[in-house]
Every structure is written in structure tokens, then in C-alpha cells.
């Protein structure tokens, strides 16, 4: 049987992520590939996290390819938050109602583990759409059984934006190899949301 102290804490936890889902008609706002390409800093409201970005490409088409390496596979070595730096965070929000806006929104994507992108490659990775201090966790894998890719939309609960990126950890140390790895992560904006910055014209005809 479940206990007091479980169901208080299920109970929590389901009310979070009520709290974090968006509406079913939410205006949703993303990172265009320009956007995705200007993340440059690790989020320093969580410090002490050891992983790193090795190299970020913006690929054909939408989306931007993170290298991402995990010295270890536990905490605090499986984390990382990436976001826009100040200056550029508030660059692009200039003039940007965020009050009007529902949900932030980033598809996610295991390319790969060590450059490897077979079934048996690596554990379960958690991903999200980071915004503020808030993110919508999903969990993608090469394994059989699992989605490869998957939406996140984390809910805007205010009317100005102080952090904004995406964050990616292991959920267990299960399938992550101890000594280090490096996942290739396809992170793409939806091109039905209102993309910070706008997405250029010659970016759209490729």
C-alpha cells in the first residue's frame, strides 16, 4: 500500500505538472535555429553540474545538433542546463509581450551515444524546454520501447523572462557508461510557434 507520505508526494507532483501544461489552445513560443545557436552559457542557477557542450551545429532544415558530454553517469556529472546569456536573452525578448504567451515549446531528439544509434546504446535521457526556472521533463531513448524524440512544452507563469534554453539528464545511471559519455541531441523549434528571434527568410527557403 501506498503511504501518507507517498500520496502527498504523488499528489504534488501531479499538481506540478498540471501547473507546467499548457492550455489546449495555448500561443506558444520556441527557439528558432538562430536562437538555439546563441545558447552559450550554463544556467548558473543550478551550480556544481560537470557536463559540457562539446560542439553545436545548425543543421539542413530546422534544428540545431548539441554535442553534449557526461563525465559520469550520476549527479552531478549526468546534468546540464544551457540557456541564452543575458545580453542576448534580453535582446531577443525586447518588445515581446510575454504576458500573451501561453507555453514555451523545443522538440527533442537522441541522434545518437557515442556516436552509436543502436537500441542498446545508453539509458533514458530526461529533456526539457527550459524557461525561468520551469521545464516540462520527457524522456527519450535509442532503446526498444521508447520514443527517440518527443515535445516539450513547459506553461509560462509569468510576464517577463529571466532564463531561457533547454536542460537534459539522465534519469538513471542504468545503460550510462560510468566513465563518460557523449549524447547527440537534435533540438528543434516548432515552426507552428512564434520563433525568438524570427526566422530569417533565407533560412526558410532551404
Known amino acids: 500500500m501506498i503511504g501518507t507520505q507517498q500520496k502527498i508526494l504523488l499528489q504534488t507532483i501531479w499538481a506540478l505538472l498540471i501547473l507546467m501544461a499548457p492550455k489546449a489552445s495555448a500561443i506558444k513560443l520556441t527557439l528558432s535555429d538562430e536562437g538555439l545557436m546563441a545558447l552559450d552559457e550554463y544556467s548558473p542557477h543550478i551550480s556544481g553540474l560537470k557536463a559540457t557542450i562539446l560542439e553545436k551545429r545548425d543543421v ?74 520551469a521545464y516540462r521533463p520527457e524522456a527519450i531513448s535509442l532503446s526498444e520501447g521508447h520514443p527517440r524524440s518527443a515535445i516539450s512544452t513547459t506553461r509560462i507563469n509569468a510576464d517577463r523572462i529571466s532564463r531561457a534554453g533547454f536542460t537534459a539528464h539522465m534519469l538513471t545511471s542504468h545503460g550510462w557508461d560510468p566513465n563518460g559519455t557523449t549524447v547527440t541531441l537534435l533540438i528543434e523549434p516548432d515552426l507552428n510557434d512564434v520563433s525568438i528571434p524570427q526566422v530569417k527568410e533565407d533560412k526558410e527557403e532551404k
Not at 80 to 91: A, Q, T
Open 60 to 133: 539542413e532544415g530546422p534544428g540545431v545538433e548539441f554535442d553534449i558530454y557526461f563525465p559520469g553517469n550520476k549527479h552531478p556529472e549526468n546534468s546540464i542546463y544551457y540557456v541564452l546569456p543575458k545580453r542576448k536573452l534580453e535582446n531577443m525578448f525586447q518588445g515581446v509581450d510575454v504576458a500573451s504567451y501561453d507555453a514555451f515549446e523545443l522538440k527533442f531528439t537522441l541522434m545518437s551515444v557515442d556516436g552509436n544509434d543502436s537500441p542498446d546504446s545508453g539509458g533514458i535521457l530526461v529533456v526539457g524546454a527550459l524557461i525561468n526556472g
